[in-house]
C-alpha cells in the first residue's frame, strides 16, 4: 500500500526546529501487540480493557488483573522494535527539539534508539505499591499479585482510568504540544484524555498537526495532514524524502 506524501509537508517538516509527537497502540501494532480497541485476543477476548485498567478493577479482582498484565508483558517480551518506532528514532537527529511523548507502556521506542521519550501512561515492565506508589525492584512471586514488604499488593506502574498522569510527564508533554512547529500524532484512535488533547494544544499554538493512521479519527478533520496509511510504512517514507531534499 503506498501513502503519497504531500510536498508541502516535506518541506514544512524540513523548515521545524521543534517537533513533538504523540503516539498510540497503533504504532506497536506492526510489532505484532493487539492495539487496544482490537478485540483482546485469547483468553483475555471475553473482558473489557477499560475494566481491567483500572483501580476498581484491581480492587474487585486484584489476581486477573495482574494476571492479565503479566500476559502482556509475556507477549511483549518477545517482540522487537518495528521500522515506524526506528524511524522515530532516526529523526529524533534530524531537529533541535524533538519530544517523543507515548500512551504506550511498552518500551519499544526506547528499544529503537529514541532519547527523550515521554511515557504518559507509565511502564508495562516496572512494577510499585499500590499503597506507597513507589516502584519495587525485588520481591517475592509466590503470591499473585506479590505483596510489597509493607504488605499491600504490587501493581503495575502504569495509569489506569480515572487516575491522573505522571504530573512531569504531562507538564512537558503540554509544554512540547505548545512550543512545537510541527506535531505528528501516530497510531492513536484520540480517544483517550487529557492525550488526546495534545494535537489541539499544537494546533491553537500554531503548530502544522500531521496524522497517520490507516483509519480516520477524531483529529483526522483538525489535522493539516491525514495520512491514511500504516506507521510502518509512512515513517520511513516520510524519513526518506527529507533525506532527498
Ligand atoms: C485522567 C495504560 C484525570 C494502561 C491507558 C476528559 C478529560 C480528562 C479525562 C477524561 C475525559 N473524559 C473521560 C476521561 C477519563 C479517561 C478517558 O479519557 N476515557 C476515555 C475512554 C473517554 N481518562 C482517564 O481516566 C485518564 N486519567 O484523565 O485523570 C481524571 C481522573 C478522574 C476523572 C476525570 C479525570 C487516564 C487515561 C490513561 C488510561 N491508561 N493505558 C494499560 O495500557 O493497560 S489508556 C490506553 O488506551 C493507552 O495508553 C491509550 O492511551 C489508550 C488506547 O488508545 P490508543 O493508543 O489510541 O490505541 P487504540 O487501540 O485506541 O487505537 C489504535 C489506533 O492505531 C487506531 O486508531 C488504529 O486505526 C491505529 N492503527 C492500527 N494499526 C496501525 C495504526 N496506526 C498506525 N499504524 C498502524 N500499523
Not at 92 to 102: A, D, G, P, S, W
Not at 116 to 131: D, F, M, Q, W, Y
Not at 133 to 157: K, M, T, W
Amino acid at each position: 500500500m503506498s501513502v503519497a506524501i504531500p510536498q508541502e509537508l516535506v518541506e514544512r517538516l524540513a523548515a521545524a526546529r521543534r517537533v513533538a509527537v504523540l503516539t498510540g497502540a497503533g504504532i506497536s501494532a506492526e510489532s505484532g501487540i493487539p492495539t487496544f480497541r482490537d478485540a483482546l485476543t485469547g483468553l483475555w477476548a471475553r473482558y473489557d480493557p477499560q475494566e481491567l485498567a483500572t483501580p476498581e478493577g484491581f480492587a474487585r479482582n486484584p489476581k486477573l488483573v495482574w494476571e492479565w498484565y503479566a500476559a502482556r508483558r509475556a507477549s511483549i517480551a518477545g517482540v522487537q522494535p518495528n521500522p515506524g518506532h526506528t524511524a522515530l528514532a532516526e529523526l529524533e537527529k534530524r531537529f533541535e527539539k524533538f519530544t517523543l511523548v507515548t500512551q504506550n507502556i511498552d518500551s519499544l521506542h526506547q528499544r529503537a534508539g529514541s532519547r527523550e521519550v515521554v511515557e504518559l501512561h507509565g511502564n508495562i515492565a516496572r512494577v510499585k505499591c499500590s499503597l506507597e506508589q513507589i516502584v519495587v525492584n525485588d520481591f517475592s512471586r509466590d503470591e499473585s499479585p506479590p505483596r510489597c514488604h509493607c504488605g499491600a499488593y504490587l501493581r503495575p506502574d502504569v495509569v489506569w482510568f480515572g487516575e491522573m498522569l505522571p504530573a512531569d510527564a504531562l507538564a512537558r508533554a503540554e509544554d512540547a504540544a505548545e512550543h512545537c512547529d510541527v506535531f505528528l500524532s501516530i497510531g492513536t484512535s484520540a480517544q483517550v484524555y487529557p492525550a488526546a488533547e495534545l494535537p489541539l494544544r499544537a494546533l491553537s499554538a500554531g503548530a502544522t498537526v500531521v496524522e497517520i493512521n490507516p483509519e480516520r479519527t477524531a483529529l483526522s478533520r483538525h489535522a493539516h495532514f491525514a495520512l491514511q496509511g500504516a506507521a510502518g510504512i509512512v515513517l520511513p517514507l516520510l524519513l526518506n524524502k527529507l533525506r532527498q531534499l
